[in-house]
């Protein structure tokens, strides 16, 4: 299959608002050549990351909207034209391969269409864009509610965090405490010609210069390190782990953070990883099984504590709690297609469930944190805040001492909020609970 094909396939699920890019574009890359998949990948995301400036751009050259049957020509002119403006393929290669598409959706009437369009935006693209840049949603490039949202928010930070969020992520590796320090596994780096430099704040982390196949990295089939962020590395630590406790993990996959709480402290007394879905815990024990380590992996609802819990208190409960995922839109582009305003709210009220049905589960004396890689203080603070004030048992703990003499983020009310950095962290939020009494 064309590799602009499909892209515009996966990403016309996203557009109906049915699926993620991680849920629709493997489907596709299974009908691609071996040799095409990166180009696939490359303007599916690509062109979620651009969307809002190339929608924009679209309209004006367009004569209507397509109709919601025609999410798939949409999405194949939006693949177009992210060639046209963002990548070096030649133009007589993106529009002539991208009109040639329009024949394998059986609408050859779109064939004109685009072509018209595409050849268009290749004239007229800069003096458009110049009469489009006024609108903060074509010049950031983020949807209007969230952009509105953040300027509220943030206004000193907003534009910053959304050119953040348009920037390609860094490839951030944790080096297994059970194996090497992170100056030895650097000077195994070092040996294999391959260039990074330690993380600022994660004393587990290194920053990759360039990204690279994960088997091109030393021992990563031994387990040695895995890939995660250096701001979802620091919640291992802030839990204070030590040898003997049993720990929960809510809300747990894909088990980036399972796997560092039993790196960080091999001598646990157990760790129990809940998430909702089944066949996303199998990610879970993927990981689990390349780094030689245990949990006890529950398919629940981690609000049901009836259903799955054994009546046996956790001394630590790490809560990442399902969110908007807005701190880490540069590693999934298309959350600025599929979130939409009213979901902040819903998920709210769930994190605000989570964290009232887990607390009973928790000793006296135990600490909770919670966590999200959201940059909305709805989903953050807020939460914290009406919990701490319907659970009397509940009170913060101050994080910043535990991040450094400069620690990462802003403080908040309550918590601490890392905005995306660029070439470093995501955006994440940690809040730090300890329980001072069971009522």
Not at 100 to 113: F, I, R, S, V, Y
Not at 361 to 373: D, K
Request: one cysteine or more.
């Amino acid at each position: 299959m064309n590799p602009r094909l499909a892209a515009a396939k996966a990403l016309a699920v996203v557009l109906s608002g049915k699926a993620s890019l991680n849920s629709s574009l493997p489907k596709q890359l299974d009908n691609v050549d071996a040799r095409d998949r990166g180009l696939t990948q490359d303007l599916a995301f690509g062109t979620a990351r651009w969307q809002p400036r190339l929608s924009a751009l679209a309209a004006k050259l367009l004569q209507k909207p397509f109709k919601s049957v025609d999410a798939d020509v949409e999405a194949l002119l939006l693949v177009g034209l992210y060639q046209l403006l963002y990548t070096r393929i030649p133009p007589h290669a993106a529009i002539g391969e991208t009109v040639g598409c329009a024949d394998k959706l059986k609408k050859p009437w779109a064939k004109a269409l685009i072509n018209a369009v595409l050849r268009r935006a290749q004239r007229e693209s800069e003096a458009l864009f110049v009469e489009l840049e006024h609108d903060p949603v074509v010049r950031t490039a983020h949807p209007r509610w969230l952009q509105k949202a953040l300027k509220a928010y943030w206004p000193e930070q907003w534009e910053a965090i959304c050119a953040a969020n348009n920037t390609h992520p860094p490839m951030i590796l944790r080096v297994n405490r059970r194996h090497h320090s992170r100056d030895a596994y650097l000077q195994l780096l070092q040996g294999a010609s391959i260039e990074a430099h330690a993380c600022t704040f994660s004393q587990d982390g290194i920053v990759l210069s360039e990204p690279c196949d994960v088997r091109n990295l030393p021992g990563f089939a031994e387990g040695w390190i895995s890939v995660q962020d250096e701001a979802a590395q620091l919640a291992a630590d802030l839990l204070d782990l030590a040898p003997g406790q049993r720990v929960l993990d809510a809300c747990c996959a894909p088990g980036g953070k399972t796997c560092h709480l039993l790196e960080v402290q091999p001598q646990l007394a157990g760790v129990v990883a809940v998430d909702l879905e089944a066949k996303r815990l199998v990610r879970v024990k993927e990981n689990l099984e390349r780094l030689g380590l245990s949990a006890e992996l529950i398919a629940a609802d981690a609000r049901e504590t009836q259903q799955w819990w054994d009546g046996k208190p956790f001394q630590r409960i790490l809560l990442d709690a399902p969110c908007s995922a807005t701190g880490v839109i540069r590693r999934h582009p298309d959350i600025k297609l599929a979130r939409q305003a009213d979901d902040i709210p819903a998920l709210a009220t769930l994190q605000g469930e989570l964290l009232d049905a887990l607390w009973p589960t928790l000793e006296v004396g135990g600490i909770l944190l919670y966590a999200t890689c959201s940059t909305l203080p709805m989903e953050n603070t807020d939460v914290v805040d009406g919990f701490l004030a319907r659970t009397s048992g509940a009170r913060e703990l101050d994080i910043a001492g535990q991040l450094g003499q400069q620690p990462p983020g802003l403080k908040q009310p309550h918590g601490r909020q890392l905005l995306p950095q660029e070439g470093g962290h995501d955006g994440f939020y940690y809040a730090k609970l300890i329980k001072i009494a069971a009522v």
